[in-house]
């Protein structure tokens, strides 16, 4: 029961991660306010990582691993619709 427990610890500890990950970004996006908070998503992010690979849950892994990855994702796609638009 214990290695179950933990489990279920460490997924739900991974979507919080991913959460947060995604509530920092709202300021940002949604509501143009100029945050920096999204900084945080590369210390929360890599957190949400490691609990989703000792658990082996291939999607916390890769969503968490897109939210680290997510500033340089939204530059890309800013210099795109600059470029483009």
Known sequence: MGI???EKKYKLLS???LLISILIWIPNIIMKIASPLWILTFIISPIGI???VR???YFLIIANSIMLLSFFIFMAIGYFINAYF
């Open 4 to 6: 179950e427990t933990s």
């Open 15 to 17: 979507i919080i991660c």
């Open 50 to 52: 490691a609990l989703a």
């Open 55 to 57: 658990i082996n849950h």
